[in-house]
């Protein structure tokens, strides 16, 4: 859940309002979850979307660390993401303070031409070299469900969320990467097989993401059985976060990726015979 405004210490308020002038008005972010505060704010400065989370009671807590790397990578993103004007912290709190970009979220159903706009994205950003601020790594995520997670490991940049939601396209046409709270390394393929529950759930068929993911060289260029292997612990990391959890948003990930590591892999789990993974290949 949560926090409301007046949650923030005031210190840190009167620090934030030191940036933008007096706040008008308050307007909460209708969506996400990487934050305890997510809102815009009204100022004689104009708009600045603001995220905030409070600390453990020794340490960074998830919130807080989503936050940090946010602000490090912000400078080495700048043809995607929206600039960061600000950082700011008192008390168990950290604020960060981005331009506020005005848009429709992407459309990503089959057909739309939003996708070439996706595909373009994915282009410049897998050209993008990674930088040393990015010290995370994406197959840390596979872990806890498969003993070897080496496939997936590299030195690509990878936002890790693309999906319809934190693509936003401006009245002027220009498209915006919003959320880098997970920004990680590895290779780059692994950033369009977290791709597929989001085409899936714009009303792609499995075929059809497949399809339209061979268009990309890292995507082609993969061999099979890493691809074979993340469809697998993508797959059961979701469905672990099932058992755990009852919220809709997490039941409807775990079944998209089964849904996707059937088509990879076969029902029982097994991987698709290779003929079939070369055909794979050679539509790349």
Not at 37 to 65: C, N, Q, W, Y
Not at 124 to 138: E, F, G, N
Not at 231 to 259: D, I, M, N, Q, Y
Request: glycine letters at 8%; one cysteine or more; aromatic letters at 8%.
């Amino acid at each position: 859940m949560r926090c409301g405004w007046t949650d923030l210490p005031e210190e840190l308020r009167i620090e934030i309002e030191a940036k933008t002038g007096p706040i008008g008005s308050i307007e909460p972010a209708p969506a996400g979850n990487h934050a305890d505060i997510a809102a815009t704010l009204h100022s004689p400065s104009g708009l600045t979307f603001v995220k905030a989370a409070r600390k453990l009671a020794d340490r960074d807590g998830p919130e807080v660390m989503s936050l940090r790397r946010e602000a490090a990578v912000n400078p080495y993103v700048s043809e995607f993401a929206p600039r960061l004007r600000w950082q700011a912290e008192a008390g168990e709190w950290v604020a960060i303070g981005f331009e506020h970009v005005t848009g429709r979220r992407a459309d990503f159903t089959p057909g739309s031409p939003d996708l070439a706009v996706l595909a373009k994205t994915i282009h410049a950003l897998q050209s993008t070299p990674c930088p040393d601020v990015v010290q995370m790594t994406v197959e840390r995520r596979w872990q806890a469900v498969t003993e070897d997670v080496s496939p997936m490991a590299g030195p690509a940049l990878l936002h890790t969320d693309l999906n319809q939601d934190n693509l936003i396209i401006s009245p002027e046409g220009r498209t915006y990467v919003v959320d880098w709270a997970f920004v990680s390394r590895g290779q780059a393929w692994v950033e369009l097989g977290l791709l597929i529950p989001w085409l899936l759930k714009a009303g792609h068929s499995p075929r059809e993401a497949d399809e339209w993911l061979s268009q990309f060289a890292s995507w082609a260029g993969a061999e099979p059985s890493h691809i074979d292997l993340f469809s697998k612990v993508f797959a059961e990391r979701w469905r672990k976060h099932g058992e755990a959890s009852s919220a809709p948003w997490v039941g409807e990930l775990a079944a998209l990726t089964e849904k996707w590591a059937n088509h990879r892999l076969g029902s029982r789990g097994n991987p698709r015979p290779a003929g079939d993974r070369e055909a794979v290949r050679r539509r790349g």
